[in-house]
């Protein structure tokens, strides 16, 4: 109904539409949400010698370096 009543120009907020739309009795249709197809997972390979693993850690600061 919120994007009907966009597409005719009237623009309000979604909150107001639903707000007023239950107030009134009208059956508000709620979204469904998308399934998300199961992915089996794989366990990962262990180590069996030194530097065979390698992480990396990212960070991102604004602040200047202090010397």
Same mark, same amino acid.
């Given at each position: 109904?919120? %994007?009907?009543?966009?597409?005719?120009?009237?623009? #309000? *907020?979604?909150? /107001? +539409?639903?707000? =007023?739309?239950?107030?009134? @009795? =009208?059956? %508000?249709?709620?979204? /469904?949400?998308? /399934? +998300?197809? #199961? %992915?089996? /997972?794989?366990? =990962?390979? =262990?180590?069996? @010698?030194? *530097?065979?693993?390698?992480?990396?850690?990212?960070?991102?600061?604004?602040?200047?370096?202090? #010397?």
């Amino acid at each position: 109904m919120h %994007v009907l009543l966009q597409r005719e120009g009237c623009y #309000a *907020n979604h909150k /107001r +539409i639903w707000r =007023l739309y239950s107030k009134a @009795g =009208l059956s %508000v249709r709620k979204r /469904r949400r998308k /399934r +998300i197809a #199961a %992915v089996e /997972r794989m366990p =990962l390979p =262990l180590p069996t @010698g030194r *530097n065979q693993s390698w992480s990396m850690d990212f960070l991102w600061s604004t602040r200047k370096p202090q #010397a």
